[in-house]
């Protein structure tokens, strides 16, 4: 007689999910060599951040929110610098500026 092997219980929770999300946790299951469950479950596990032992819950949370508008501002730095390097013209660039350069390298 075949008996299955006592696993411990475990929550099941029914999820809808958007149109074509079914498809892409798939293929990403797939390529991950993984359940579909074990895929959605790797990803949700991802979105939680652990907290390291000598930290509160406060001071990890602070963290986090330095590390993002840390992020925001070097994001808005590069937005503007892109802007200006695009707003150039090519006329405006002078041989001397660029004399100093090192050779292009063929990667």
Known sequence: MNRKPVTQPQDKYVVRLPDGMRERLKAEAEKNKRSMNAEIVARLEATFHSI????????????????????????????????????????????????????KSDK
């Open 52 to 103: 390291p032992e000598h930290m509160t819950p406060e001071a990890f949370n602070y963290v986090l929110d330095a590390n993002y508008v840390n992020a925001t501002k070097v994001a808005a730095i590069l937005r503007e610098a892109l802007t200006r390097v695009e707003d150039l013209s090519v006329s405006a660039v002078r041989m001397e500026d660029i004399e100093d350069l090192p050779p």
